[in-house]
C-alpha cells in the first residue's frame, strides 16, 4: 500500500530508490523513538482502555492511501523556513523529556516531530492534505488520561445518579449520596475505574475514521461520533443500575457478572455497537449526488503546477537532514545514560543527635513511602528534650529514568492541597518548602516537604523537573532527593507552634543534610 501510495504522485517524482530512502528515514525515526515506542506498547498491552492504540498506525496509514488521488495534484515543496524549525523542537523537546523522564514531553514530541518531517519533506500544502491522519496518531498517546483526569468524578456522580434513578424507576429503594448509591443491604461505590471516561477514548478512536470513510460531510460524522459516546455514557449508567440490581436480590457474589461483562469495558463494547449501527444507518440515508466523484477527485483538466528542476536534489538534502538530526538524537537516546551519582556519606550514618533532638530509627506508616523507587533512604523519628516527636524521611535517586523518578505517581499526591510556605535558615538564608495537613486516625499530620538537587532547594516539582533536566543534559547526572519532615497533633495541639518546631528542626538539619547529598 505504501508503494502503491508514493508511485502514484509523479510530483514527488518517487522511484524505488527515492521509496527505499523514505522507508531508511522510516526505520531512522523508530529508531529515534523506540524508547517511547517501547513504553507506548507496554501501556496499551497493560492497560485494555488504551489497546486501540495498536490500531491506530494501520488505521493512519489507510487514512493516507484514502487521500492518494487528492496527493496526485499537489507540488511537493520541503518548507525550511518553517519546518527546521517544527522539526528540531520536536527533538529537543523529546531528549528534555527523556531527560527528566517526562512522558508527557516525550508523547507531545512525537506528533510535533512528525509534523515537521511532512514540512520539511512535502511542504505545506501536503501538511494541509495529511492533516487529519497527522491529528489522528495522537489516539496513540496516552496524555489523554491525563487530560481527562479531572472528568471522572463528573462521570462517576452522573452514573451514580442515573443508575439510582433507574433502580427507584423499577421499584428498588436507593439513596444517592455523591458516588455512593446506598441500597438495604449494600453500599455501592461507583469507582474512578467505574467513570467509563477512560473507554470514551477508545470510542472516539474508532469512530473518527469510521465516520470518516462511510459518511459525506462533517455534520453526520459529528452525530455519529458525540451520538456514540453519549450513548456509551448512557450505558454505563445502566451497567451501574443493573449491578445495583444483581446485589439487592442477592443474584450472584460477582457483582460484575459472569466473565466480568459488567466491568468498565462494556462501555466500550456498546460504544462500538452503537458507532457501526449509526454508521449504517446514516450512511443508508444520505443523498449520493450523480457528480459526487466529481468533488472529490480533482479535475484530469486541472494544471499541474510547473515542476522544480531539482525535485529530488531538495528531497535528497531533506531526508539528509532529518535523517542526520534523527540519528544523533536517537543515538545519544539509546546509548548515552546519565552515570549514578552516589551520597557523599552512607545515610545509615546519618547521626542520631541534631542539636538537642534524639533521634531513633522507625518505620513511617505512609502509603505514599512505600514501594518508592528510591535508591537510599532513611526513616527516623526525632524527639525533643520538651518530648516532641518529628520523623524525618530522606529518599535519595542516584539517576532517575522512566518509572523511577523523584516527581512520580505517588509522591505527586503530597501537593494535592498543599500550599508553600517560607523557612528562614539561621545563615540568614530563606528556602521554600510545601506544607500540608493530612487528618489521619484522628490526628492531624502537618507534613513540610521539598526536593534537593545537588544543593538546589525547591518546592516546586516542575522546577525539579527542570533541574533534573538541565543536570542531565549539562552535567550527565539525574540524581535528586526528596526530604520530609512532619509531626502529628491532637485536637488541643496549636498548629503554629507545631510549625515552628518543625522550622527549628529543618534549620538544624540543612547543614547535616549537605554533608551527605551531593
Not at 415 to 440: F, M, Q, W
Amino acid at each position: 500500500m505504501i508503494q502503491t501510495l508514493f508511485l502514484n504522485i509523479p510530483q514527488l517524482q518517487i522511484s524505488k530508490k527515492n521509496l527505499s530512502r523514505f522507508l531508511i528515514l522510516l526505520g531512522v525515526f523508530i529508531f529515534c523513538y523506540v524508547e517511547l515506542f517501547t513504553i507506548l506498547i507496554k501501556v496499551w498491552w497493560n492497560n485494555s482502555s488504551q489497546s486501540h492504540g495498536f490500531l491506530i498506525p494501520f488505521i493512519d496509514l489507510y487514512l493516507i492511501y484514502l487521500q492518494r488521488d487528492k496527493l496526485k495534484y499537489i507540488y511537493a515543496s520541503p518548507t525550511y523556513l518553517l519546518g527546521l524549525p517544527v522539526f528540531i523542537g520536536g527533538v529537543l523537546m523529546y531528549l528534555a523529556g527523556h531527560a527528566g523522564a517526562i512522558l508527557l514531553l516525550q508523547e507531545l514530541s512525537f506528533v510535533i516531530t512528525v509534523i515537521g518531517l511532512v514540512l520539511l519533506l512535502l511542504g505545506v500544502k501536503f501538511l494541509k492534505a495529511l492533516l487529519l491522519p497527522v491529528v489522528y496518531l495522537s489516539f496513540m498517546l496516552t496524555i489523554w488520561s491525563d487530560l481527562l483526569e479531572g472528568m471522572h468524578l463528573p462521570f462517576q456522580t452522573l452514573s451514580a445518579l442515573i443508575g439510582t434513578e433507574l433502580l427507584q424507576l423499577i421499584g428498588i429503594p436507593a439513596y444517592r449520596t455523591s458516588i455512593y448509591i446506598e441500597l438495604p443491604n449494600i453500599t455501592l461505590e461507583v469507582a474512578k475505574v467505574c467513570s467509563g471516561i477512560n473507554y470514551l477514548m477508545s470510542i472516539a478512536a474508532i469512530g473518527v475514521p469510521l465516520a470518516y470513510i462511510t459518511l459525506r460531510g462533517w455534520p453526520r460524522r459529528l452525530i455519529l461520533v458525540s451520538g456514540a459516546i453519549m450513548i456509551a455514557i448512557l450505558a454505563n449508567s445502566f451497567r451501574v443500575a443493573w449491578i445495583g440490581v444483581l446485589a439487592y436480590y442477592k443474584i450472584t457474589d460477582n457483582l460484575h457478572g459472569p466473565y466480568q461483562v459488567l466491568q468498565a469495558m462494556f462501555v466500550s463494547v456498546v460504544g462500538f455497537i452503537a458507532l457501526f449501527i449509526g454508521a449504517w444507518i446514516l450512511s443508508k440515508t444520505t443523498k449520493r449526488s450523480d457528480n459526487t466523484s466529481k468533488v472529490n477527485t480533482p479535475s484530469k483538466n486541472l494544471k499541474l503546477q510547473s515542476q522544480s528542476p531539482y525535485p529530488n536534489y531538495k528531497m535528497t538534502h531533506s531526508l539528509i537532514l532529518t535523517g542526520g538530526i534523527l540519528i544523533l538524537a536517537g543515538s545519544y537516546i539509546n546509548f548515552y545514560s546519565p552515570s549514578p551519582v552516589p551520597l557523599q556519606m552512607d545515610v545509615k550514618l546519618f547521626p542520631y543527635e541534631i542539636e538537642g533532638w534524639s533521634g531513633f530509627d522507625s518505620r513511617l506508616d505512609d502509603d505514599i513511602l512505600k514501594n518508592l523507587p528510591v535508591d537510599h533512604d532513611l526513616e527516623r523519628t526525632y524527639r525533643s528534650k520538651d518530648g516532641k516527636e518529628i520523623n524525618l524521611y530522606i529518599g535519595y535517586f542516584e539517576s532517575q529514568r522512566q518509572g523511577k523518578e523523584v516527581i512520580n505517581e505517588q509522591t505527586s499526591k503530597l501537593h494535592y492541597g498543599a500550599s508553600t510556605v517560607e523557612i528562614k535558615l539561621d545563615t540568614h538564608e530563606e528556602i521554600k518548602v510545601n506544607k500540608i495537613v493530612r487528618r489521619e486516625r484522628n490526628r492531624d499530620r502537618l507534613i513540610l516537604f521539598w526536593y534537593n538537587f545537588n544543593g538546589r532547594i525547591t518546592a516546586n516539582r516542575y522546577m525539579a523537573k527542570a533541574y533534573t533536566i538541565l543536570d542531565a543534559l549539562t552535567r550527565n547526572r539525574t540524581n535528586g532527593a526528596i526530604i520530609i519532615v512532619d509531626g502529628t497533633m491532637d485536637k488541643s495541639a496549636d498548629q503554629n507552634e507545631l510549625i515552628k518546631d518543625e522550622e527549628d528542626f529543618i534549620n538544624h538539619l540543612i547543614p547535616v543534610l549537605h554533608r551527605y547529598l551531593p
